[in-house]
């Protein structure tokens, strides 16, 4: 089978088992409160590549066959992921109207549920957590540095350098610090979870937590990049915001030329990492190879 054929197939299997999870995890729509719990469906089936789980279940499945056991974790990733997104489409911070090429949460259920959404998704994250047929330990520091990577020291704390820098002249320093909190540490965790539930000994993991860090990186300057030169119905939201807004951004401070090429140095520093790891990591090999060529 041709790898990238191979590659969508398995990303689709991986999607319907998360998908699985959050649909059973999830209140249903009509139940009471309704108005919280339709936002809250409705944001999370919007759509969405679902890559951060996926990342976590392709981890855990290099070393250990049965990728359920992991799956609750995957989907609480998912579900802190898009509570990410809810608020940051709010009026108060990117102000985005469109989200995956459908109304973002605000725009369709009012500002007071996105943000309630927002936050049930947060906090629902580390309950799902808990029920991963996993070890409890590792449960545990699943918990802890899910909380540390996504507050101030991570990906909160690269969404307020992110609004604080609109509208400024800023240098290499905190673009840096703005990709590296706002995105790649997210990324680089959900490796690091599936190895650390799969059992991958300190060398492989530390290998695809490297692999992690650099395609998370090359993720948000790609992300960057298409917002300029990309198709709106393929992305699914308003491009030339980032412009628009003065927004921070790779381009803004690198250049276009020079985004292109660390985008691709990055993904072939990623390929490299896991290179040792051989045929059980081709799926994250392959996953690397056309993440330069996505267009969403």
């Not at 991986?14 to 999830?26: A, G, H, S």
């Not at 976590?56 to 989907?75: L, R």
């Not at 989200?99 to 959404?117: M, S």
């Not at 000994?201 to 937590?209: I, S, Y």
Request: glycine content about 8%.
């Amino acid at each position: 089978m041709d790898r990238k054929v191979r590659l969508k197939k398995d990303m689709k299997e991986k999607q319907e088992l998360v998908n699985i999870i959050l649909d059973r995890y999830l209140p249903r729509k009509d139940e009471y409160p309704k108005s919280i719990h339709k936002a809250l469906r409705y944001s999370v089936f919007a759509g969405g590549k679902r890559l951060r789980p996926y990342l976590a279940m392709c981890a855990f499945q290099i070393y250990e066959p049965e990728v359920e056991k992991i799956t609750p974790v995957a989907a609480a990733i998912e579900m802190l992921h898009t509570f990410s997104l809810i608020h940051d489409d709010m009026p108060d911070l990117d102000n985005d109207e469109y989200r995956r090429g459908k109304k973002a949460t605000h725009a369709l259920f009012g500002e007071g549920e996105a943000l309630l959404a927002g936050d049930a998704l947060l906090v629902g994250a580390f309950e799902l957590i808990t029920y991963a047929e996993i070890k409890p330990k590792i449960r545990v520091q699943m918990v802890r540095e899910l909380a540390r990577e996504t507050g101030v020291a991570g990906l909160i704390g690269g969404q307020m350098v992110d609004i604080e820098s609109e509208g400024r002249k800023v240098d290499k320093k905190t673009i840096g610090y703005i990709h590296e909190n706002k995105t790649a540490k997210l990324i680089k965790l959900c490796l690091r979870f599936g190895a650390l539930a799969g059992g991958a000994p300190a060398d492989e993991q530390k290998a695809l937590e490297e692999y992690g860090h650099k395609i998370g990186l090359a993720f948000q300057i790609i992300d960057d990049l298409l917002d300029i030169e990309g198709d709106p119905d393929e992305m699914g939201k308003t491009v030339g915001k980032d412009a628009h807004v003065q927004k921070a951004t790779w381009p803004s401070v690198h250049g276009m030329a020079e985004s292109r090429r660390k985008a691709q140095e990055l993904i072939s520093q990623a390929r490299e990492a896991i290179a040792p790891l051989g045929e059980k990591a081709e799926i994250l090999d392959t996953l690397a190879e056309y993440m330069l060529t996505r267009k969403s």
